[in-house]
């Protein structure tokens, strides 16, 4: 635990295992030369990283490394509501630190996560030259102004990306989003979209990329570097529409947790259920004397 505010997941290295018999050595070996190769890569480019189009290719780039397809990446729409607007409020689920390589890989966008991210390796310099906000979860005063800062950022027509949950779980049904980020995009009238991050080998679930607990990160990539067709699939869901709802951050939360997770019910929205309005009606007529009023 990081602080007051911080969550705890049930999730541990031991939840992380292959769906698939591993890759040979020498495979695995190759992979690591690729990995290193395109790590190389991406420290030269230093600053140059700050360019999308770069960033993009080479978060694409560390995926082909490691040998991870990524599925659905194409098919996102870019985030945003138009010149003009207010960004969209991009919310998914977290399970590894290969999330965000994904994630930066289909769309850069402006990043809010823990500030333990930036000191992961190859993954820390990414997210910092994505122009990544991170919070410091043990310093819960600080939380209302990440949340202005952030409906800042909404109601400039900048996207945001970040991952609710507040930690990693292994799968993409567990956990609970926090609902603090969804008052940001209620402030700035931004959309939410919901995107699910899943992982799978073969076509089957797999665990094996999951980053939980204590676990390291050279234990993690090794597992990653021996894993047999080792895919990511982005999902994205339907927008959900803040301006002009009468939904409150508990709401929103929960419906877009039900989006990502795949789990739960959520209540239909406030203004689908408020009761009509009714005129008001006069008094009664009164038939006796009027009551005494007393000093």
Request: hydrophobic residues 45%; aromatic residues 4%; glycine residues 8%.
């Amino acid at each position: 635990m990081n602080g007051p505010w911080d969550v705890r997941s049930v999730c541990t290295p031991h939840c992380a295992g292959h769906a698939a018999p591993r890759v040979p050595a020498r495979e695995s070996a190759r992979r690591a030369a690729a990995f290193a190769t395109a790590v190389r890569r991406v420290l030269a480019d230093g600053d140059l990283l700050a360019d999308p189009v770069r960033l993009r290719a080479h978060a694409r780039a560390l995926l082909a490394a490691l040998g991870i397809e990524a599925e659905g990446v194409d098919k996102l729409a870019a985030a945003g509501t138009g010149a003009g607007g207010p960004g969209t409020l991009t919310v998914l689920n977290h399970i590894s630190w290969l999330d965000i390589v994904a994630l930066l890989a289909a769309e850069p966008t402006t990043l809010l996560a823990k500030r333990e991210v930036g000191r992961w390796p190859v993954v820390g310099g990414l997210a910092r030259r994505a122009g990544t906000h991170f919070i410091d979860r043990t310093s819960p005063r600080r939380l209302p102004h990440t949340v202005r800062e952030l409906s800042d950022l909404l109601a400039a027509g900048r996207s945001v990306a970040v991952f609710p949950q507040a930690t990693t779980w292994c799968t993409a049904d567990q956990g609970a989003f926090r609902r603090a980020t969804f008052q940001a995009a209620l402030d700035a009238g931004a959309p939410v979209r919901p995107l699910t991050v899943s992982y799978t080998q073969q076509g089957r679930p797999s665990t094996v990329a999951a980053f939980c607990g204590d676990d390291t990160f050279a234990a993690s990539l090794r597992r990653v570097l021996t894993a047999r067709a080792l895919a990511v699939r982005l999902t994205a869901h339907p927008a959900l529409p803040t301006a002009g709802t009468a939904l409150d951050r508990r709401e929103l939360a929960a419906r877009a947790e039900h989006a990502v997770l795949g789990r739960g019910t959520v209540r239909p929205a406030a203004a689908a259920i408020r009761p009509p309005r009714l005129a008001p009606q006069a008094p009664p007529p009164t038939t006796g004397p009027p009551l005494r009023q007393h000093a």
